[in-house]
């Protein structure tokens, strides 16, 4: 089957730590996505990759860093830089920028 | 700066009846308008996608409508089912740039 997984499900992690969330995708798609949901917010663009080796900074991108080294996978790390960190993330991915998105199940982040 | 509005952000209807979702948005340089649906927990399931040269799109009971000039997008809902409760989020995808509406969430009533 072609999807997106994310991973975990859910995320527990203490105050100060860097987490990682994964993302996959099968679909051979060249773009990538970072959303971070939080509740009457709607989503929010974290960062954004059009291509292997490169990534952009989203709307909300202090405190969050990305890397790209395979068409098929766009981690999250969540620094211990971002003030508030608990909430739903969510990744995505599309044909090029602009074209229709595909999102995964989502992984829910909670810090405390 | 794209912004992008659902009204109302939530909506309550009895099961059977027909229903539209509003989705505005204020630039109209826009190369896709997406509607999506979102389970309580889940990820989004996209329902449709109408290009910029495009006027309208249908899956099923969905049907969506494209007027770039005035800025809308609606989403209408023929025989409305319980199954259908869940928030439905629209998104304009522009150039190098995704914009988000922050939903409407609807109820079916048996």
């Known amino acids: 089957d072609g999807g997106i997984t994310q991973s975990p499900k859910y995320l527990f992690r203490k105050e100060g730590q860097n987490v990682t969330l994964s993302c996959e995708q099968n679909l051979n798609h060249d773009a990538m996505y970072w959303y971070r949901q939080d509740p009457g917010q709607g989503l929010r663009l974290i960062y954004y990759s059009q291509i292997v080796n490169d990534f952009q900074k989203g709307d909300i991108a202090e405190g969050y860093s990305v890397s790209r080294e395979k068409k098929e996978s766009f981690p999250l790390t969540v620094t211990s830089a971002q003030k508030n960190p608990t909430a739903f993330y969510l990744c995505?991915?599309?044909?090029?920028?602009?074209?229709?998105?595909?999102f995964g199940p989502g992984t829910r982040l909670t810090v405390t | 700066k794209q912004e992008v509005t659902q009204i109302p952000a939530a909506l309550s209807v009895p099961e059977g009846e027909n229903l539209v979702l509003n989705c505005s948005f204020t630039d109209s340089a826009i190369y896709n308008l997406q509607w999506f649906r979102q389970d309580p927990g889940k990820g989004l399931t996209s329902l449709l996608l109408i290009q910029s040269s495009q006027r309208e799109q249908t899956s099923g009971r969905l049907n969506a409508s494209l007027d770039k000039s005035s800025g809308r997008s609606t989403l209408y809902i023929a025989a409305s089912q319980p199954g259908d409760s869940a928030t439905y989020l629209c998104?304009?995808?522009?150039?190098?740039?995704?914009?988000f509406g922050t939903g409407t969430k609807l109820q079916v009533i048996p």
């Open positions: 998104a304009v995808l522009g150039y190098q740039k995704v914009t």
């Open positions: 995505a991915s599309s044909i090029g920028l602009s074209n229709e998105q595909y």
